[in-house]
């Protein structure tokens, strides 16, 4: 890294740490806008320090224990990158988001050595904090890497907790909302996931939970087996590829257990959309969920028209565009966030 990109990294630090002078805040400005890499680097830098915990008062900063815990936190997570599809950037393909890349690691590293060489505390403690919490607000999706190399997907309105001592031997995570995990195997350890009353456990597998306050709880199976139950049994049902069950919200039993039908259910995660012979209201119900987005027909006969296409990480406009020609009708964007379509329909 040269003393340049130092330099830089050096002001980002004093910037956290509300120490810039006027004359580095207008360097620091002016190098953000400089490119959209160096902006993409300092939102994710300042969204790391705004998600750790402060200390107390009367905290004193352990530089070497400091750099040492941030050091295997940077290590574990090298490869990790947040997708944060803010509003207005909603309609971006997950595919097409920024990667945080290892030479923006190294680049927080030497802004964290910087901070504890002044004494300021950055990350905190396994002593001192009990849990990890990640979560993601409306239109809002990310992924993380766990410390174990297992990697987690969070739909929007989502919150995972984790202890902060989370390692193989002890890989629990504690979930609202809904989520697609792709775990790690780990010499055959257990990874448990506790969701609004459920209880999923696997080895090394992939599958979505969809776990939102008073709804049903449901598993999908993409990999491996999974084993489901209320979170106070052990008397699970397992599941294999292809697979999913569900829990009631209000007695907590397992209802069903049948192969999925909804070919879209990870669409949220992988921008893969598939119709087969879909009718119109079905395609519509399922491009909002991916795009957060609302679309109305100005024409109820729209609804029994049928469509069938795939489609690989492609916007929503381009989608629609293919949908127009294809079932004849036309589509207007009304707002930020809202199309009409218009057509004759179907009978």
């Not at 330099?7 to 002016?30: C, F, H, M, N, R």
């Not at 990640?134 to 919150?159: A, C, F, H, Y």
């Not at 007695?251 to 921008?271: C, G, M, V, Y």
Request: charged share 25%; glycine share 4%.
């Amino acid at each position: 890294m040269g003393q340049a990109q130092n330099d830089i990294w050096s002001l980002v630090a004093k910037y956290l740490s509300d120490d810039l002078s006027p004359g580095e805040e207008q360097k620091l400005k002016t190098w953000r806008k400089s490119h959209p890499d160096n902006e993409a680097s300092f939102e994710q830098i300042q969204r790391m320090w705004d998600e750790a915990p402060r200390p107390a008062d009367d905290y004193q900063p352990e530089v070497d224990k400091g750099w040492q815990r941030f050091k295997f936190r940077m290590e574990s997570e090298r490869d990790h990158y947040v997708k944060s599809s803010a509003k207005g950037n909603h309609l971006k393909p997950l595919a097409r988001q920024r990667k945080f890349s290892y030479s923006s690691w190294a680049a927080v590293a030497a802004s964290v050595a910087i901070l504890l060489s002044l004494g300021v505390w950055w990350w905190g403690s396994a002593e001192d904090t009990d849990m990890l919490t990640i979560s993601t607000g409306k239109d809002e999706s990310r992924m993380l890497w766990l410390p174990d190399s297992s990697q987690v997907w969070l739909n929007e309105n989502t919150e995972v907790r984790y202890a902060a001592n989370f390692d193989v031997n002890h890989r629990v995570i504690y979930m609202s909302g809904e989520a697609f995990f792709d775990v790690k195997e780990a010499e055959g350890r257990r990874f448990t996931i506790f969701s609004e009353g459920a209880k999923t456990e696997v080895i090394g597998t992939s599958f979505n939970v969809y776990a939102y306050p008073d709804e049903p709880v449901k598993v999908q199976v993409v990999s491996g087996k999974v084993a489901f139950s209320p979170a106070a049994e052990d008397n699970a049902i397992f599941l294999e590829p292809g697979y999913e069950a569900v829990m009631s919200a209000e007695s907590h039993t397992i209802e069903k257990k049948e192969p999925i039908e909804d070919l879209n259910f990870r669409a949220w995660q992988n921008q893969h959309i598939q119709f087969q012979n879909t009718s119109l209201k079905e395609v519509i119900r399922t491009l909002q969920e991916v795009y957060h987005t609302d679309i109305e027909l100005t024409n109820p006969d729209l609804a029994n028209c049928r469509y069938s296409a795939t489609f690989e990480g492609e916007n929503l406009e381009d989608i629609l565009y293919v949908l127009s020609i294809t079932v004849n009708l036309s589509f207007e964007k009304q707002g930020e966030q809202q199309y009409l379509l218009t057509g004759k329909g179907c009978q």
